[in-house]
Structure formats: C-alpha cells, structure tokens
C-alpha cells in the first residue's frame, strides 16, 4: 500500500486534519494495554493542534550572539570538575513583557556549559525541584551505566543525587546532557532542561583558535507565551515549534574576526537542521565525537536531533547567513511544507583564514568485529477495540525497562547493522559510546562513509540502512532509540545488556 493510502486507510476520512480527534488519545505510549510487549506507562499527554501561536517576530531578533553560561568548578582538587545542576520550573521572560514558566537547569536556556579536560573525575550533583521524576543523561560520554541517567535510576521529584564518572583519554568532544526518565524525556527537553558539556584534550591541535558556541533548540509558546503539551502531529512526526534558536536567541548575530571554531549541537526534540552558509563552504573538522582526521569541506551539513559538529570558520570580510535549509524527513499526514530558516546572521569583520594542521587527529585502526547485531526501526498503525493506535517499534517491539532485548560482551568490537523499516527519517542513537559507521544502503546501493568520525547518533532516511562498528567498554544496562524524543517515548526504544 502506499503511503498516503495507508495514512488514509488507518485514519479514515477524517485524515489528520482533524488535531484534536480523540482517536489519537490512543497513540500508544510504550505499549499500552493490548500489547504483549512494553511497559505500562500513563496515556499522552495531548494539546489541542489548533491552539494559536504567537508570530515568530514575538522575539526580538538580531541581537549579539549570548555567551553560553559556564558552571563554574567548585573543586579545589586539581583534575576534579564538581558542580550542581538544579532542575527546575521557574517564570522566566522570553517575550518582553510576558511570562513563560520554563523548566531549566540553574534557571538557564540553554542549560549551563560544563568544562572538562580528557583525565579529569566529574561529579556533578543532581537536585530535582521538578514535580517529576528526572534523570540527567550524558549523551555521548563514556560513563559507567550506573552514572548514565537510565530511566531506571530515576531520581524522584523533590529528590536529588551524584554523578560520577572520570573521562578517559581519547573522549575530547562536543556533548550534550539531558533528561531521560521513562516517558518525560520529550516534555522535560522541550520545556527547556538540556545542558552542554565539552571534553577537551590537553594536547588539542585546535587549541589556538577562539571557540564559539551554537546551541540550537526548539522553542513553541502559544499566544498566551505559554509552552503548550505535544499534539497529535507531534506525537507522530516529533515536536517543532514556530522558533528554531540559537543559544536560546532568535537569528543572532554572530561576529567572526580571525579564524575561529565553532561546536554546533542540535539539541532539538524532532527538527532537522540541514545547516548551510550560502554563498560559501562550510570547513567541517569534527563530529559528535571530537575531530575528525582530516578537515573536510562541505556545502551544507545535515544534524539530526542530537548530533553534533565542530566548524572551522574563516573567510573574507562581509555579511552571510546561516541557514538552516528546507529538509524533508517524510513526516506523516497533513503538515506544513518544509521551509528555509535562518538561524543567525554571521559577521566578518576581516579576511580571515584557516590554517589547519594536515592531520587533526588519528583514529585507531578499525577492529574486525567478532558478534554481529541487527537492529529494525518500524512504525506500525493498528485498530485496537474500534481506535486507530501508532506505534514506533525497534525490532518489532514497545520499549520495556524491564526487559533486555540484546547483550554485548564488555569490550568486544561488533557490526551492527541499522535499518529504518519505515516512511519516515529516524536519527539512530545509542548510550555509552562513539561508534563509527562504515557504509549506508538505500535501494539497493550501499555508500562507504566519505570520513571515518566517532558518532553516537546517525540519521537514517526511510529505507536506508547502516552498518556501524561498535565497542562498549563498560559493563550494564544502555539504551539505543530513536532521538526524536517523541518516538522515544513511545517505545522506539530498546536495551543491550553489556556483561
Ligand atoms: Cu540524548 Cu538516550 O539520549
Ligand atoms: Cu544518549
Ligand atoms: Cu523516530
């Protein structure tokens, strides 16, 4: 059947125009009643789709770029890093003159920058003033499981708790925390908790160029300036506010002198940012996980939810845009077509250029793999007791905490393969480690990868397939899901054990 007939078939006459049908109170939520698999989880919360939005022009636009906060360190031990991040709801201003409450750590949109050196011991305590459970997960990092925000560790609301973890040689890069209790991940990030954090080396090839910052998140607020609960379509296609923001500004303008390094994150719920800087290139030098080997210059670059990017950028004097250019991940049902955005204003202010050493950095040789693993992203709509029901499945089944779908043995090397069995884009992401993709296949063709990188979140469009290498070099529980967080939270998500 195609698409546009199943969509029809499932949905019946109505299709999805109609936002607030209560059929999609049915939207399965990790596996409701009815099916054998999943953990039982309360029903979705769901707005109305028609609620009115405030215009984009209801934030300022063009100001100077923000500086991301810093936590300070509150350790006297030297190669210690200790802090305390405070979630928690608060009214903060974002339209002049209106009140938003936010849910944000240390009252900061974006969350605080945490700052480590490759062999430092982090301890960061946690305290949840949230009135629900929360957990803060370290996207990316090589931490133990026990210290990784499971959504088994949650920490309760009002509760609070340590993390801690050293970081090992070899694990500079650009990360992201967050949110990750069962259920609540989508609403905690799109209410405003995410933070950042960068693992610097101490022998960086890149050290002397100044760094800039670009956090870009998502913002909805209805007219009222109140952050609204997901709807239908965005339990469907993952949530996209009217505001794509940089460092919680709307097109920022950022100033470029010499050369300079950029670490860009796409710490939004569901958009895609197909970033680009028209009229020139784009140097990229480094991934999720830190430099790549070699500088590699592109014409625009494509960051799923949850990827990272580090940028060289340099140049002749003058005035260009950073766009984030239309993408189409095939959402599902009546939605807006795709549009250009322009996320900020950049700002030569002289010729500027790169002078980049041949070689960032070298990864060490690939490791033949010894176990192989096959993992199957799917969306399925079903008719359950006279309601339409979607599900977002990982090898056929609805996440379950309790259950463990794959084990790993601690350290081995090995080739999984990732298919999205689905009509639309799905970012692949998993806990604990950097994996390197070796090759995609999409009708039939398989593509190497232009550049070996250390990634923990790959997008795959709908029938493509990727095969990645992979170690876990700590025992326990991680999750790999899908990083559009509402296809998370309703069960595109599942569990290797590493013994
Ligand atoms: Cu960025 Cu499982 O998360
Ligand atoms: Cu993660
Ligand atoms: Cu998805």
């Given at each position: 059947m195609n698409r546009r007939h199943f969509l029809h078939a499932a949905l019946g006459s109505a299709g999805l125009a109609l936002a607030s049908n209560p059929l999609w109170a049915a939207i399965n939520h990790g596996g409701h009643a009815g099916h054998a698999s999943g953990t039982p989880a309360m029903p979705l919360?769901?707005?109305?789709?028609n609620i009115s939005l405030l215009p984009v022009n209801a934030l300022p636009a063009g100001q100077p770029h923000a500086i991301l906060f810093r936590l300070p360190n509150l350790s006297s031990k030297p190669a210690v890093v200790?802090?305390?991040?405070t979630a928690e709801p608060y009214e903060a201003e974002l339209i002049p003159?209106?009140?938003?409450?936010?849910?944000?750590?240390?009252?900061?949109?974006?969350?605080p920058l945490i700052e480590a050196f490759e062999g430092d011991t982090v301890e960061i305590r946690f305290v949840n003033k949230l009135t629900q459970a929360s957990t803060v997960h370290w996207h990316?990092?090589?931490?133990?499981?026990?210290?990784?925000?499971?959504?088994?560790?949650?920490?309760?609301?009002?509760?609070?708790?340590l993390y801690r973890f050293s970081l090992p040689v070899g694990s500079a890069g650009t990360y992201w925390y967050h949110p990750h209790p069962h259920g609540d991940t989508s609403e905690q990030v799109y209410r405003g908790l995410a933070g950042l954090f960068i693992v610097r080396a101490k022998n960086d090839v890149l050290a002397h160029l100044p760094e800039q910052h670009l956090v870009i998140s998502d913002l909805r607020l209805a007219s009222d300036a109140s952050i609204p609960d997901n709807n239908m379509n965005d339990w469907m296609n993952g949530r996209e506010g009217q505001f794509a923001l940089v460092n919680g500004q709307r097109e920022p303008v950022i100033t470029v002198g010499e050369a300079q390094r950029w670490r860009i994150w796409n710490a939004c719920s569901a958009r895609?940012?197909?970033l680009a800087i028209p009229g020139r290139k784009i140097i990229l030098a480094g991934s999720d996980g830190g430099l790549l080997e070699r500088a590699q210059e592109v014409s625009e670059l494509l960051l799923a939810p949850g990827e990272r990017a580090e940028?060289?950028?340099?140049?002749?004097?003058?005035?260009?845009?950073?766009?984030?250019?239309a993408y189409d991940r095939s959402k599902m049902g009546k939605v807006a077509p795709e549009q250009d955005i322009r996320l900020a204003s950049i700002q030569f202010s002289q010729d500027s250029a790169a002078k980049l050493p041949e070689r960032l950095r070298t990864l060490p040789p690939r490791i033949k793999p010894v176990a192989k693993k096959r993992v199957v992203f799917s969306e399925i709509m079903s008719m359950e007791g006279g309601q339409h029901s979607m599900q977002f499945l990982v090898n056929g089944k609805s996440y379950d905490m309790q259950r463990v779908d794959l084990t790993s043995r601690l350290g081995d090397t090995e080739l999984w393969e990732i298919v999205n069995d689905s009509h639309m884009d799905h970012p692949f992401h998993i806990h604990g480690t950097q994996f390197e993709v070796l090759d995609t296949t999409l009708k039939g063709k398989t593509t190497p990868a232009s550049w070996r990188a250390n990634k923990d979140t790959f997008n795959l469009k709908p029938n493509q397939s990727a095969r990645i290498l992979i170690t876990q070099k700590h025992r326990g529980l991680r999750m790999y899901h899908c990083h559009i967080l509402e296809h998370e939270g309703q069960g595109m998500m599942g569990q290797v054990l590493v013994k």
């Amino acid at each position: 059947m195609n698409r546009r007939h199943f969509l029809h078939a499932a949905l019946g006459s109505a299709g999805l125009a109609l936002a607030s049908n209560p059929l999609w109170a049915a939207i399965n939520h990790g596996g409701h009643a009815g099916h054998a698999s999943g953990t039982p989880a309360m029903p979705l919360k769901m707005a109305p789709g028609n609620i009115s939005l405030l215009p984009v022009n209801a934030l300022p636009a063009g100001q100077p770029h923000a500086i991301l906060f810093r936590l300070p360190n509150l350790s006297s031990k030297p190669a210690v890093v200790a802090a305390t991040i405070t979630a928690e709801p608060y009214e903060a201003e974002l339209i002049p003159g209106k009140k938003t409450v936010v849910w944000a750590y240390n009252r900061s949109i974006p969350g605080p920058l945490i700052e480590a050196f490759e062999g430092d011991t982090v301890e960061i305590r946690f305290v949840n003033k949230l009135t629900q459970a929360s957990t803060v997960h370290w996207h990316g990092m090589p931490v133990p499981a026990d210290q990784d925000g499971n959504p088994q560790d949650a920490v309760p609301a009002g509760g609070e708790r340590l993390y801690r973890f050293s970081l090992p040689v070899g694990s500079a890069g650009t990360y992201w925390y967050h949110p990750h209790p069962h259920g609540d991940t989508s609403e905690q990030v799109y209410r405003g908790l995410a933070g950042l954090f960068i693992v610097r080396a101490k022998n960086d090839v890149l050290a002397h160029l100044p760094e800039q910052h670009l956090v870009i998140s998502d913002l909805r607020l209805a007219s009222d300036a109140s952050i609204p609960d997901n709807n239908m379509n965005d339990w469907m296609n993952g949530r996209e506010g009217q505001f794509a923001l940089v460092n919680g500004q709307r097109e920022p303008v950022i100033t470029v002198g010499e050369a300079q390094r950029w670490r860009i994150w796409n710490a939004c719920s569901a958009r895609y940012l197909r970033l680009a800087i028209p009229g020139r290139k784009i140097i990229l030098a480094g991934s999720d996980g830190g430099l790549l080997e070699r500088a590699q210059e592109v014409s625009e670059l494509l960051l799923a939810p949850g990827e990272r990017a580090e940028w060289i950028v340099a140049g002749p004097a003058g005035a260009v845009s950073l766009m984030a250019l239309a993408y189409d991940r095939s959402k599902m049902g009546k939605v807006a077509p795709e549009q250009d955005i322009r996320l900020a204003s950049i700002q030569f202010s002289q010729d500027s250029a790169a002078k980049l050493p041949e070689r960032l950095r070298t990864l060490p040789p690939r490791i033949k793999p010894v176990a192989k693993k096959r993992v199957v992203f799917s969306e399925i709509m079903s008719m359950e007791g006279g309601q339409h029901s979607m599900q977002f499945l990982v090898n056929g089944k609805s996440y379950d905490m309790q259950r463990v779908d794959l084990t790993s043995r601690l350290g081995d090397t090995e080739l999984w393969e990732i298919v999205n069995d689905s009509h639309m884009d799905h970012p692949f992401h998993i806990h604990g480690t950097q994996f390197e993709v070796l090759d995609t296949t999409l009708k039939g063709k398989t593509t190497p990868a232009s550049w070996r990188a250390n990634k923990d979140t790959f997008n795959l469009k709908p029938n493509q397939s990727a095969r990645i290498l992979i170690t876990q070099k700590h025992r326990g529980l991680r999750m790999y899901h899908c990083h559009i967080l509402e296809h998370e939270g309703q069960g595109m998500m599942g569990q290797v054990l590493v013994k």
